[in-house]
Structure formats: C-alpha cells, structure tokens
C-alpha cells in the first residue's frame, strides 16, 4: 500500500466505525431498556461482555498506538538526520498512519459487535 493510500483507507475505517457504534449502542440501550431490574443470563453475560471487550479493546489501542509512535520516531530522526527540510513533509501521513493503527483494535470490535447484535433480537 502506497503512502498517499494511507489516508483514504483510515477516512473508511472511520466511516465504517462511525456507522458501527451507534448501532451497538442503540441495541444496548434498548435492551437495557426492556431488560427490567433483574437481568436474564443473557443481558448479564452481554453486559459483562460490553464492558470487558471495551477495556480490551482500549488497553490494545494504546498498546499498539505507544509501539507504533515508537517506531515513527525512529524513523522520523532517520529521516532528518538525513534531510531534516523533508520532515515536516512526511508528518501528515505518519500521523495517519498512527492513528489508524491505533484506531484498528477498536474498529475491529465496533464492526464484529454491530454485525453480530444485528442477528440478534432484544427479547
């Protein structure tokens, strides 16, 4: 993948997360909703489910944001110690590139969520 394709796949990757959650939260919200004071095995085990896989999800960003800005600081002292006048050049894709990195792991559960709620009913 090219360095100018980088953008275009991170602004899909956002799309496709911004149309992902408020799916999910809109199931988990109705089925809170209609799941009373007392909740089934099922609403426990999917709220359970909800609030783990956020702090999965969230710990993995961040792990992988922290290695991959690592990395981008290697190469960006690299790249000025070789032309420091091409730096600022190369900033908007690195950026990019951390952030859909670092975006990926949340994207990734967003999606799986919203397909996986879709074929399930509030009852």
Excluded: Y
């Excluded at 100018?4 to 796949?9: F, V, W």
């Excluded at 702090?55 to 981008?72: R, Y």
């Amino acid at each position: 993948m090219t360095e100018s394709a980088i953008p275009h796949r991170t602004a899909s990757e956002l799309l496709e997360l911004s149309m992902a959650v408020p799916q999910v939260i809109s199931h988990r919200l109705a089925r809170m909703a209609l799941s009373g004071p007392v909740l089934s095995q099922r609403d426990q085990r999917e709220f359970t489910r909800m609030v783990v896989e956020k702090q999965e999800a969230f710990n993995q960003s961040w792990l992988t944001m922290g290695a991959e800005m690592f990395k981008v600081q290697q190469q960006l002292c690299q790249a000025w110690l070789q032309n420091p006048w091409t730096l600022g050049q190369k900033l908007p894709a690195v950026a990019d590139k951390v952030a859909a990195k670092s975006l990926a792991p949340i994207r990734r559960k967003a999606v799986a969520n919203a397909k996986r709620l879709s074929k399930t009913s509030l009852k």
